[in-house]
């Protein structure tokens, strides 16, 4: 089984590919378009999870509409997710803070109380734009977009149990 997860950025993809591959047994391919010096083929093995952000494409394609691209990609796999934020306001300010510190050499992976970083209303053009291309894509291909507010509300119970009834 090839299962590809596209999504907008911190909408709980890399949380959504780890459960699936402890659950399926799967490996995971986690962005492999995002090029900081390394290079990875994207035809990838049976038994596997690519996960995706939408504006992350190959080099060559059109960064500024990668929908094409997925459009034509998604061909390639059995099972396709989209995942995206119902509360934007949540995931730009998620967003701006993450980015800030990543890009400042800052811890990203603890809790934090959030505070406007620099950058917020770039911050937040990107992130609605790339909301808008997951739901255009959506409506392309004909699979709904999960939204990270109902996926997360699950228990690991209901979780596994849509696995296994292919509900995800």
């Given at each position: 089984?090839?299962?590809?997860?596209?999504?907008t950025p911190r909408?709980?993809?890399?949380?959504?590919?780890?459960?699936?591959?402890?659950?399926?047994?799967?490996?995971?391919?986690?962005?492999?378009?995002?090029?900081?010096?390394?290079?990875?083929?994207?035809?990838?093995?049976?038994?596997?999870?690519?996960?995706?952000?939408?504006?992350?494409?190959?080099?060559?394609?059109?960064?500024?509409?990668?929908?094409?691209?997925?459009?034509?990609?998604?061909?390639?796999?059995?099972?396709?997710?989209?995942?995206?934020?119902?509360?934007?306001?949540?995931?730009?300010?998620?967003?701006?803070?993450?980015?800030?510190?990543?890009?400042?050499?800052?811890?990203?992976?603890?809790?934090?109380?959030?505070?406007?970083?620099?950058?917020?209303?770039?911050?937040?053009?990107?992130?609605?734009?790339?909301?808008?291309?997951?739901?255009?894509?959506?409506?392309?291909?004909?699979?709904?977009?999960?939204?990270?507010?109902?996926?997360?509300?699950?228990?690991?119970?209901?979780?596994?149990?849509?696995?296994?009834?292919?509900?995800?």
């Amino acid at each position: 089984m090839k299962i590809l997860i596209v999504a907008t950025p911190r909408s709980g993809s890399s949380e959504l590919a780890s459960r699936l591959k402890r659950y399926l047994q799967l490996d995971i391919y986690p962005e492999p378009f995002n090029f900081k010096g390394n290079r990875k083929p994207y035809n990838f093995e049976d038994n596997s999870i690519v996960k995706c952000i939408i504006d992350q494409v190959p080099e060559g394609e059109d960064k500024n509409n990668p929908i094409p691209f997925y459009r034509q990609y998604v061909t390639n796999f059995d099972k396709v997710i989209l995942l995206r934020r119902e509360n934007l306001q949540q995931q730009i300010e998620s967003w701006n803070w993450f980015f800030y510190h990543s890009k400042n050499n800052l811890p990203v992976n603890e809790f934090y109380e959030y505070k406007r970083r620099p950058g917020y209303e770039q911050d937040r053009t990107y992130i609605l734009l790339c909301d808008e291309w997951l739901k255009r894509l959506s409506g392309m291909i004909k699979v709904p977009c999960m939204s990270y507010e109902n996926l997360y509300r699950l228990d690991r119970e209901k979780f596994r149990q849509n696995v296994k009834n292919n509900a995800i």
